[in-house]
């Protein structure tokens, strides 16, 4: 039995019809006065200039909260790895393609539609070759995603929607019950208006017409937003969780010092113990380019022996880096890479564990193939590694002191200065350099190491490796983040083991309890 349609009672309108009926006469009243008065096209004048200053607002207004769309968007970590940055490219690319007529937010089935379809374009990127890549993911990494997620939406919705602390889901029910009979009595309003005041009721119809195209401008700008919003952010967390890069410890993966640390602090001078993860910097270059000179600089005293002699330094070497601005660092002398010492795959592995390389080549030693050789080696093994962050890599322009003029040195030296011949020589070095390893010219520290002479060390370089200090952080916690991945897997493979032997013991006990029940 279908239920009765309700029906408007007469009564009801002709008593809403005598209580407006006075407001109503009024505005009929009005403008027959003005039109009597010949100031009626004044009134319409002014009416349509503040109608237009207010529709120009409103446009503004749009623009305005366009602006605060566009900034209050997801973006990518920038902690990740270049392998999440290609996955982040897809996601926001079927972010752009998503049109809103398709996914209507009225349909609570595009919330799990859409969400499994972000999920899907991630899985098929990190299991490419699977039938399945959705179902490639770990439940204690599920859930700990749906924690992390709900905790983030749970601060957004309390701190960005007002009174959400205070409304309940059965008061925005019950909302929107009002809203449906607050439509009636206004339909009743506008109708009345018509008939008694139809000039009036003509242009607040056009006025309203104007606000409404607006308002569905806006409101469509907000449903894409919502829709890009909602992917990026399904797409965040997709990429945490299909990765396998992600911890179950909440703990910071710097919190504590690696294994790999915690054994170069031991073999070296300084300190003991590392409060937190440090910083591995690997001085690399050819023998007697200066490579302990530079270390002996850092530190501000003798530290290392220098280059005096061929194959100095004869293995790999750490000390405890720590100056004003330096996140507490580890520094690694090397061998020379033309040195009989010098074990290629031994220190491409040193530079895999290392977040930060400085190259010290000498400019007064044009053959730089050798160095040229390696470093090719090195950004073929970083480019393979879609995992890792390649670390920053600054170039130490050593001896330019004897550069030509050899007898004249008169720091500091202004590089775009063509009159002075020394300068010209040493940007010429430093150009040539650049070429020849095939770095940018920015890269390029020219620098003088020798006793009493020392320049552009304590201002130039280091202020190259203070700003290179965010990615050479950023690198550490990728390397952090696998270290710790590889000991947790480690460690929850033993509690398990561990878990399923007591079971299996206690299992005939409980199998006993449960037959004498």
């Known amino acids: ?54 529709y120009g607002l409103q446009q503004w207004l749009v623009q305005r909260e366009r602006k605060l769309l566009a900034k209050a968007v997801t973006e990518p970590n920038p902690e990740w790895p270049p392998s999440a940055e290609v996955v982040w490219q897809k996601v926001e690319a079927l972010a752009e393609t998503c049109n809103p007529e398709d996914w209507p937010l009225e349909d609570g089935a595009w919330v799990l539609t859409l969400g499994q379809k972000t999920m899907e374009t991630v899985a098929h990127c990190y299991h490419p070759n699977v039938e399945k890549p959705l179902l490639e993911l770990t439940l204690p990494h599920t859930l700990f995603i749906i924690e992390r997620a709900s905790r983030d939406l749970r601060r957004d919705v309390a701190e960005k929607i007002p009174f959400s602390n205070r409304l309940t889901i059965g008061d925005l ?14 339909n009743i309003y506008r109708a009345g208006n018509m008939i008694f005041n139809p000039v009036n009721a003509l242009l607040g119809e056009a006025w309203r017409h104007l606000r409404e195209r607006s308002f569905d401008q806006a409101r469509n700008e907000l449903h894409s937003w919502f829709l890009r919003a909602y992917i990026c952010k399904v797409g965040y967390y997709a990429i945490d969780l299909y990765s396998g890069r992600l911890p179950l410890d909440d703990a910071e993966p710097t919190a504590s010092a690696t294994p790999l640390s915690k054994a170069d602090i ?23 380019a200066g490579k302990s000179s530079l270390i002996n600089v850092l ?71 050798i160095e040229r050789d390696f470093l090719d080696a090195l950004r073929a093994v970083q480019s393979a590694q879609m995992d890792r962050r390649p670390p920053p890599l600054l170039i130490v322009a050593s001896f330019i002191d004897q550069l030509r003029p050899v007898n004249e040195w008169r720091p500091p030296y202004d590089l775009t200065d063509r009159l002075n011949i020394k300068a010209t020589n040493i940007n010429a070095a430093v150009r040539a350099i650049a070429a020849d390893l095939m770095v940018p010219v920015e890269w390029v520290i020219p620098v003088c190491l020798l006793a009493g002479k020392i320049y552009n060390v304590d201002d130039s370089l280091w202020a190259a490796i203070l700003n290179h200090q965010d990615e050479a952080l950023r690198v550490r916690l990728i390397r952090c983040l696998n270290a710790k991945k590889r000991a947790e897997d480690w460690v929850l493979l033993r509690r398990q083991m561990a878990g399923a032997g007591r079971f299996l013991r206690d299992l005939p006990e409980l199998l006993g309890k449960r037959s004498e029940n």
Not at 6 to 13: A, M, V
Not at 177 to 184: N, V
Not at 331 to 357: T, V
């Open 299 to 369: 530190f501000g005293e003798l530290t290392t022996a220098t280059d005096v002699l061929p194959d100095t330094t004869q293995n790999l070497k750490p000390f405890v880096l720590s100056r004003e601005g330096l996140t507490q660092a580890l520094i690694f002398d090397s061998p020379g890479c033309d040195s009989s010492f010098f074990d290629a795959k031994q220190m491409l592995a040193a530079a895999e564990n290392a977040d930060l390389i400085l190259w010290v080549s000498s400019v007064n030693r044009p053959d730089r193939q």
């Open 173 to 186: 029910f019950r909302i929107q019950r009002w809203k449906a009979k607050a439509e009636q009595v206004v």
């Open 1 to 54: 039995m279908k239920a009765r349609i309700p029906t408007i009672d007469p009564l009801r309108i002709l008593v809403l019809v005598l209580m407006i009926l006075p407001v109503l006469a009024l505005f009929a009243f009005g403008v027959l006065w003005l039109w009597q008065n010949d100031t009626l096209q004044y009134w319409l004048m002014a009416m349509v200039g503040c109608g237009g200053l207010g």
């Open 266 to 288: 031991s073999h070296a001078e300084g300190i003991t113990k590392a409060v937190v993860e440090p910083l591995r910097i690997l001085v690399l270059g050819r023998s007697n």
